[in-house]
């Protein structure tokens, strides 16, 4: 009889925190989804070569920081009417603000990139940002791209 009662006790507290647990799972807080921010950006180098050169038409060594966070993963893809390129990237949570980074000149030693940034507002879900580029020698040394953003 003591057995008895010891194996009902036994499994009826093992049902109680069987039950309690997965009450406890399913109500327990769950983390807020974090909201993603993504970047839409164009670079575009202005100058054109009027030899026939079309090599700076379009900008290379493009590259996406984010702040906090770094070096930022993004998809590429040509605008021909206008020599661009249009940028997709995913910014990291908690990004406060992104900068692009672009080289319009091709073939000289020591080029110089230029860059454009935009601040994140919180809460974002998306930024754009243009970013007008032209190159021109620096005597002696190297060519420079310098940008204006908006």
């Given at each position: 009889m003591f057995a008895v009662k010891s194996a009902r006790r036994a499994l009826a507290l093992g049902s109680a925190l069987v039950?309690?647990?997965?009450?406890g799972l399913v109500a327990a807080?769950?983390?807020?989804?974090?909201?993603?921010?993504?970047?839409?950006?164009?670079?575009?180098c202005?100058?054109?070569?009027?030899?026939?050169?079309?090599?700076?038409?379009?900008?290379?060594?493009?590259?996406?920081?984010a702040s906090p966070g770094g070096s930022v993963s993004y998809s590429p893809y040509a605008i021909p009417a206008t020599h661009a390129y249009?940028?997709?990237?995913?910014?990291?949570?908690?990004?406060?603000?992104?900068?692009v980074y672009a080289l319009c000149?091709?073939?000289?030693?020591?080029?110089?990139s230029g860059y454009g940034g935009v601040s994140v507002p919180s809460g974002?879900?998306?930024?754009?940002?243009?970013?007008?580029?032209?190159?021109?020698?620096?005597?002696?040394?190297p060519w420079l791209t310098s940008c204006s953003s908006s």
């Amino acid at each position: 009889m003591f057995a008895v009662k010891s194996a009902r006790r036994a499994l009826a507290l093992g049902s109680a925190l069987v039950a309690t647990g997965a009450f406890g799972l399913v109500a327990a807080p769950q983390p807020a989804m974090a909201g993603t921010t993504v970047l839409n950006a164009t670079v575009d180098c202005l100058n054109v070569n009027y030899s026939g050169s079309t090599s700076d038409w379009y900008p290379y060594q493009v590259s996406v920081y984010a702040s906090p966070g770094g070096s930022v993963s993004y998809s590429p893809y040509a605008i021909p009417a206008t020599h661009a390129y249009g940028i997709t990237a995913t910014l990291p949570s908690g990004t406060t603000s992104v900068t692009v980074y672009a080289l319009c000149s091709s073939g000289h030693q020591w080029d110089l990139s230029g860059y454009g940034g935009v601040s994140v507002p919180s809460g974002a879900t998306s930024v754009s940002l243009t970013l007008n580029c032209s190159t021109q020698p620096v005597y002696p040394g190297p060519w420079l791209t310098s940008c204006s953003s908006s």
